[in-house]
């Protein structure tokens, strides 16, 4: 069982920044997804179990980066922020293998969400 909790949203003006927490109660391959009301899930941003690799949606490649802790805390610090990247965020944690990232149905635990509404 791996707890996940999130911290870090609200509202800021566009172009601005905001730095979501994830604190794990263990270390594993670990994403960040959003949804947006009437929408589905979507990826964000994944890391690996070590921090070697990281990976992202196109919509926020370049203005978000995730990273992670050697206390098994998650980040995504989010810049440049635009209306369209309000939502909830979640944090999700895989422990089994999976050639798969984006899809949030190879994440095992999730967070109970963050929100973050960015103001025009």
């Known amino acids: 069982q791996v707890q996940l909790v999130e911290s870090g949203g609200g509202l800021v003006q566009a172009g601005g920044s905001l730095r979501l927490s994830c604190a794990a109660s263990g270390r594993t391959f670990n994403g960040w997804f959003r949804q947006a009301p009437g929408k589905e899930r979507e990826f964000v941003a994944a890391?690996?179990?070590?921090?070697?690799?990281t990976y992202y949606a196109d919509s926020v490649k370049g203005r978000f980066t995730i990273s992670r802790d050697n206390k098994n805390t998650v980040y995504l610090q989010m810049n440049n922020l635009k209306p369209e990247d309000t939502a909830a965020y979640y944090c999700?944690?895989?422990?089994?293998?999976?050639?798969?990232?984006?899809?949030?149905?190879?994440?095992?635990?999730w967070g109970q969400g963050t929100q973050v509404t960015v103001s025009s």
């Open positions: 890391i690996t179990w070590g921090g070697s690799s």
């Open positions: 999700a944690a895989r422990i089994s293998y999976s050639y798969s990232y984006s899809q949030p149905s190879v994440y095992d635990y």
